[in-house]
């Protein structure tokens, strides 16, 4: 079955600079990878997705790079805040219109220090 | 963006007692709803897969007998955490993915129910 692994585990950064956050995953077959935030006490947020057949994706302050040849997929925060705190998880699944499931990473710590 | 919500957000119970879950879809109808639980400090693990009108898929090493899932509608599932023991006390959380159009591998997840179990 799939594989993900996440690094790093936690990762504090001064306000205003870059956060980045990388993932590595074993099966082929995957073509969706989603990123989650999560807050203390509440569920996953989704904040952004890519699908195989674009390497980049952005949104705001937020983008996504995916290299499918090495299997990995980076998370990329800019002009980091406060409110960007929270554990980061990435997932990928083989997309499709079936039962396909999500497998997470381990999860980041992500500490924005003011 | 679409909504997924949890009832009750928070438990109480004593060892023993059953527990039921409600997972809802509020703006859309979901192909699929998935139920997970979450240890602190820890990833999410996925428990059961379940399809409106039919029988749950339950992961590796989850009872089916002691975790029912209930997917009853389009917008509706339910987890019955059956006799529980402390140590099924925990941080339940339930997604739901998109019934039909382009992004039907998008999953919406809802703001988790935490479990007590006395």
């Known amino acids: 079955g799939e594989n993900v692994e996440q690094h790093p585990s936690t990762l504090s950064v001064q306000e205003g600079d870059s956060a980045v956050i990388k993932c590595t995953y074993s099966?082929?077959?995957?073509?969706?990878f989603p990123w989650y935030k999560q807050e203390l006490g509440k569920g996953p947020q989704l904040i952004i997705d890519?699908?195989?057949?674009?390497g980049e994706k952005k949104d705001q302050r937020i983008a996504v790079t995916l290299n499918k040849t090495a299997k990995h997929f980076s998370l990329h925060i800019t002009e980091t805040q406060p409110e960007d705190s929270a554990v980061y998880f990435c997932?990928?699944?083989?997309?499709?219109?079936?039962?396909?499931?999500?497998?997470f990473g381990t999860g980041t710590r992500l500490t924005i220090i003011p | 963006g679409a909504v997924v919500s949890q009832h009750p957000s928070r438990v109480i119970c004593k060892s023993g007692t059953s527990v039921k879950i409600e997972c809802r879809s509020l703006?859309?109808?979901?192909?699929?709803m998935f139920w997970y639980r979450q240890f602190p400090k820890q990833s999410l693990m996925l428990m059961a897969t379940?399809?409106?009108?039919?029988?749950?898929?339950?992961e590796q090493g989850v009872e089916k007998d002691k975790f029912l899932i209930n997917h009853a509608s389009l917008t509706l599932s339910t987890l019955t955490v059956t006799s529980a023991h402390p140590e099924d006390s925990s941080f339940y959380i339930c997604?739901?993915?998109?019934?039909?159009?382009?992004?039907?591998?998008?999953?919406?997840f809802g703001p988790g129910t935490r479990l007590t179990v006395l």
């Open positions: 997604s739901a993915r998109v019934h039909g159009g382009l992004s039907t591998d998008t999953q919406y």
């Open positions: 099966d082929s077959a995957s073509n969706y």
């Open positions: 890519i699908r195989s057949n674009v």
């Open positions: 997932a990928a699944s083989p997309a499709g219109f079936g039962n396909e499931k999500l497998t």
């Open positions: 703006d859309f109808q979901a192909t699929t």
């Open positions: 379940s399809n409106e009108g039919s029988k749950a898929t339950y």
